[in-house]
């Protein structure tokens, strides 16, 4: 075990690494119209360096599971980093879209190991009593991160070009790599296992299916082959996959923690959640850019204030959850995340920035009120030995839903768009972005049921 002193430098070191990496899963949102425009590709294409990006990570995360066990703590983190740090490097020098994915597969294949590895060891190390509050400290880098990268990365475009938001990175995560060379520990346990190949090709499979399946809607019709046949695929190899867990001795990833209510609840809203906020948040800078007409820097600083609230809360909500539990906070970030999507679908061109960015700061609220007790709730239902496979399970799914939210929310609104200009004419963008919104109403009215009729009054399932 590790005394105060290391388990608090540990904990620093995370925050920075997570910091820089969640930073990354967001950022170019702001920086993708002067991207498409560089690279001649049209929007449709350009969000897959987010949903590619979540993508990857997704893939990557029930790898974690596996690999966190089989390596040293220390050497797995240290290697994890450097990968984003290669990542980031690539997309610096890229002279073209397809070198710029690669360089976004390896950053996300890195923070799919960091992200997952962070949230074991933080509840590896911290009783029961203290994990509210850590995770909600922790639920800064994951959480406001992602929210106030498009602020400093339309800073960066405008001012910089946006090749400036990977060098920025990399002097991060270099700062990041070399006091995780000092102060980082084997914390968590090791064993000899069988690395399950099969297991992976075929979750690797599911994932990258459905996901490319729902992304090539907003591109091909509905019941078109390039829509259909990943799609397919995808959901069948899911069903394998998971009959392969529950069969094998020593699964790949341990599906039992899905026999749990409370797991299972999590789960269900941390997806929920991130199908809406990582489809919001590509929307909104388009929106102000494409649509509008305002510059990258313009679009950012709409964002900061929501970015700046969620900061301040979510320290505070770990603490709330805490004292209360999760029912209080799941009603209640569910209802303000579906108050300030209604109020996304009355906007017009002649809206003004600061009642959009009103709603942006409600829906952060929203967020920071959700997305890391969800986690702290869920994970404390579950077998201390089986927090490494639910941390896994529960990041990798949260995480498809973004890139399956991104790639949704996108194509409604560029079909909406498509289909309503000859009777639109120049108000078709605009009834596009409404529509999507009206779409996130109902994904977060899913969520409110959930969270009103879901039995959360407990803090773990005792």
Not at 364 to 374: R, Y
Request: glycine share 8%; net charge positive; hydrophobic share 55%.
């Amino acid at each position: 075990m590790v005394n105060e002193k290391q388990r608090t430098s540990i904990f620093i070191n995370i925050l920075i690494s997570c910091i820089a990496s969640s930073m990354l899963a967001t950022a170019l949102t702001t920086a993708l119209p002067s991207m498409v425009v560089d690279f001649h590709i049209s929007v449709t294409t350009g969000q897959w360096l987010t949903s590619g990006y979540s993508l990857a990570m997704g893939i990557t995360m029930p790898l974690t599971a596996f690999l966190i066990t089989k390596f040293p703590t220390r050497k797995l983190y240290l290697t994890a980093i450097s990968l984003f740090i290669a990542g980031l490097a690539l997309c610096v020098v890229a002279p073209n879209f397809v070198v710029l994915m690669i360089g976004r597969v390896l950053q996300a294949c890195g923070n799919g190991i960091l992200t997952s590895m962070a949230q074991v060891i933080l509840l590896t190390m911290y009783p029961l009593e203290k994990r509210g509050t850590i995770m909600g400290w922790y639920g800064l880098s994951i959480g406001a991160a992602p929210v106030i990268a498009p602020t400093i990365a339309g800073i960066l475009v405008d001012t910089s070009g946006w090749r400036m938001i990977f060098i920025a990175a990399i002097v991060i995560m270099a700062i990041s790599l070399v006091f995780a060379f000092m102060v980082f520990k084997d914390v968590l346990p090791t064993s000899k296992k069988h690395f399950d190949t099969l297991s992976f090709v075929i979750s690797g499979i599911a994932y990258a299916g459905i996901t490319l399946g729902i992304g090539n809607i907003g591109t091909y019709k509905l019941f078109s082959l390039p829509v259909l046949c990943p799609l397919i695929l995808g959901i069948l190899g899911m069903f394998i996959f998971a009959k392969r867990q529950f069969k094998r001795p020593e699964p790949f990833l341990d599906l039992h923690v899905l026999q749990n209510k409370v797991f299972v609840i999590s789960l269900i809203g941390s997806m929920l959640l991130y199908f809406v906020m990582m489809g919001s948040s590509i929307i909104l800078p388009l929106f102000i850019q494409t649509i509008k007409g305002f510059s990258a820097t313009t679009s950012g600083l709409v964002t900061l204030p929501g970015s700046l609230a969620m900061t301040i809360l979510s320290p505070f909500a770990g603490k709330i959850y805490d004292r209360f539990g999760m029912r209080r906070l799941f009603i209640a970030g569910a209802l303000v995340l579906l108050i300030s999507n209604v109020g996304m679908i009355f906007i017009t061109l002649k809206t003004s920035l600061i009642l959009i960015a009103a709603l942006n700061v409600l829906r952060s609220l929203a967020i920071g009120c959700l997305m890391m007790p969800l986690v702290t709730w869920g994970m404390s239902g579950i077998d201390v030995q089986m927090t490494a496979h639910g941390t896994a399970l529960l990041t990798s799914l949260r995480t498809i839903a973004g890139a399956v939210g991104s790639a949704i929310f996108v194509s409604i609104m560029s079909t909406v768009a498509k289909n309503s200009a000859a009777t639109l004419g120049a108000q078709a963008p605009m009834h596009g972005v409404n529509m999507t919104f009206l779409f996130m109403s109902l994904v977060s009215v899913i969520l409110m049921l959930v969270a009103i009729f879901a039995k959360t009054n407990q803090r773990s399932a005792e």
